[in-house]
């Protein structure tokens, strides 16, 4: 059973930063072989937004609009670890993070951690 343990998510002001983590646990295919992403739900809306994603090799990364030149996603294949740098945040960067792997059968959601941005 695949588990997934977001951390890194605090109370922080515009325009600070944020290091978010994300180990995974109990799969038998080491994160190496994996492109995986990070998501976001914010408050009130329905479905998680795909931040960033990483291939497998890390060799394709890519952003969404809103976050391009802010967040950096990085992986480290030995820990099975997947980061999520966060710069510059803004107040709607607020939101649940979540990491999984970039695939049609995810694996179980993990809990998520929460991010938020206020004065």
């Known amino acids: 059973q695949v588990q997934l343990v977001e951390s890194g998510g605090d109370l922080v002001q515009p325009g600070g930063s944020l290091r978010l983590s994300c180990v995974v646990s109990g799969s038998r295919f080491n994160i190496l072989a994996m492109a995986m992403g990070w998501y976001r739900q914010a408050p009130g809306k329905p479905v998680r937004e795909l931040v960033a994603s990483i291939s497998s090799g890390g060799g394709s990364i890519n952003y969404a609009e809103s976050v391009k030149g802010r967040f950096t996603i990085s992986k480290d294949n030995a820990k099975n670890t997947v980061y999520l740098q966060m710069n510059s945040l803004k107040s709607e960067d607020t939101a649940l993070y979540y990491c999984?792997?970039?695939?049609?059968?995810?694996?179980?959601w993990g809990q998520g951690t929460q991010v938020t941005v206020s004065p």
């Open positions: 999984n792997r970039r695939t049609a059968n995810p694996w179980p």
